[in-house]
């Protein structure tokens, strides 16, 4: 097996918020003959300073495959068995460093070109991944923040639907406006609602961003993740299909959707959003009563939420992150620019 090369064809990393069209992008690229799609959440960058803290290097490379979270158990066996007999004789490599390696070599272990990867985090560490990576590409998944907000409420109604959606869809938004400027040839942001309605040309822009041939075929995918549903990839209809574009006008109440309004990033919205079906609406006194009222119990939804996980996990990765959702409550609100 050759040492760690430069692919022909840089890897992707596909993000968004959670019902985007992550997961659906990804099974696309399954369908690609030269990919190694790997559909499922990685955590290594979520965890990337505790890698580095594993001092010994077959520890820290066994334990970085865990990471990768392969569903091909052969293929975590194989990845592993390399890496840690890689990393000892590469002792000083960096973790990325590393987990490229590690990409690499299951890629060219399958036969493959490159390598495709999803991850709803991937956008809050693409400034890192793009500058660590100069091969890499990223896909940001955007799509209006009341349809996630909808598809939430659907698939789980006990959970936060406002706070940690919303503040997370400006937050990431406004990173991603940030990487067009900085990366504008390796960072490509895609509407939710232009690839099910246009899924062909909008696919054709995907495929020609990663440098790879785009055939018809590929959008033969699963109609994934259904909000209605528990998250997987198996459904008995196929395709990209625009029944779920504003479907929030149905699933979510008028305080819910004044509350959005009043968290949500305005020039962000108005910009890939101009014309959302509420947007004339009038509302009563009473109806922006009630949106704050829900505003206030939102947060303590995601806290006890947050709070349940710690309990569960004990980890101190758990807790980063809760701290790391705190920080979340407190917003520059959308009406401010």
Not at 232 to 256: F, K, M, N, V, W
Request: with cysteine; hydrophobic share 40%; net charge positive.
């Amino acid at each position: 097996m050759p040492e760690s090369q430069t692919p022909q064809v840089g890897p992707l990393f596909i993000s968004g918020r959670q019902h985007s069209g992550n997961t659906v992008t990804a099974c696309v690229f399954e369908n690609v003959p030269d990919c190694l799609a790997v559909n499922v959440e990685g955590l290594f960058f979520e965890h990337r300073g505790l890698v580095r803290r594993i001092k010994d290097p077959a520890e820290r490379a066994a334990y970085l495959v865990d990471l990768l979270r392969f569903e091909d158990g052969a293929l975590a066996e194989q990845t592993r068995a390399w890496l840690v007999d890689w990393h000892r004789e590469h002792a000083d490599a960096s973790p990325v460093d590393v987990y490229r390696e590690a990409m690499r070599f299951a890629t060219a272990a399958r036969g493959k070109r490159f390598w495709v990867r999803r991850a709803t985090s991937y956008i809050f560490y693409a400034q890192e991944i793009l500058t660590l990576m100069p091969e890499a590409r990223m896909l940001f998944m955007l799509r209006n923040p009341y349809d996630i907000c909808a598809s939430l409420k659907r698939r789980n109604p006990q959970l936060d639907r406002l706070w940690s959606p919303v503040l997370s869809w400006n937050r990431g938004l406004r990173t991603a406006a940030r990487l067009q400027e900085a990366f504008p040839e390796r960072f490509l942001v895609v509407r939710y609602e232009d690839m099910v309605t246009e899924p062909t040309d909008v696919f054709r822009r995907i495929f020609a961003f990663v440098g790879v041939g785009f055939r018809e075929a590929y959008l033969d995918v699963p109609h994934v993740n259904r909000s209605e549903a528990q998250e997987t990839r198996a459904s008995a209809t196929r395709g990209l299909t625009p029944s779920r574009i504003y479907h929030y006008q149905d699933s979510l109440s008028s305080p819910e959707v004044a509350a959005i309004d009043l968290l949500v990033w305005k020039q962000g919205l108005l910009d890939h959003y101009p014309e959302l079906p509420h947007r004339k609406t009038t509302r009563r006194g009473s109806t922006w009563v009630k949106a704050l009222a829900l505003l206030a119990g939102s947060p303590i939804k995601l806290i006890r939420h947050e709070a349940r996980r710690v309990a569960r996990h004990d980890t101190r990765w758990q807790i980063r992150r809760l701290l790391r959702r705190a920080v979340l409550l407190v917003p520059r609100f959308g009406n401010r620019g």
